[in-house]
């Protein structure tokens, strides 16, 4: 006997929070058909056990204080995850440009390093850039840390 989708979905939500649309596949990779996968997560939004808005809020927190990352890899990370835009958006909005501009500055001083030369500069606006902040936060950072 297969077991039943919605014990299956909670089990996989109670190792490590997903989106909808991460469930929904991770339920088909186990032979879950699309009605039966559907109808269980349906349910647990019922319950409260699935929430992809709360998922976008927890998972930008995270990248952000634990990794550093700003909005816009956060954006790509969660959209790639099949989170709807405005949930995106609206965790996203909690972080302010000041708060973006200190995250960066403090990457850029636990990365080390002196950056009295543009090379260096160049190199430290391209870090920053690649973790997810736009040009103006990342040229403020290494500004502010060149000072």
Not at 13 to 32: C, F, H
């Amino acid at each position: 006997m297969a077991a039943d989708p919605l014990q299956l979905a909670l089990a996989a939500l109670q190792r490590r929070e997903r989106s909808r649309a991460e469930l929904r596949d991770w339920l088909a990779r186990r032979g879950v058909g699309e009605e039966e996968a559907g109808a269980a997560l349906s349910r647990l939004e019922e319950l409260g056990e699935l929430d992809d808005a709360r998922f976008a809020r927890r998972y930008a927190e995270d990248k952000r204080e634990l990794s550093g990352w700003g909005p816009e890899r956060i954006r790509e990370a969660l959209l790639s995850r099949g989170v709807a835009l405005e949930d995106v958006e609206a965790a996203l909005d909690a972080d302010s440009q000041d708060e973006q501009l200190d995250r960066a500055a403090e990457l850029l001083e636990r990365k080390g390093g002196d950056l009295d030369s543009d090379v260096a500069r160049g190199r430290a606006l391209g870090f920053l850039t690649r973790r997810g902040y736009d040009y103006e936060i990342a040229y403020e950072a290494v500004r502010r840390h060149a000072a």
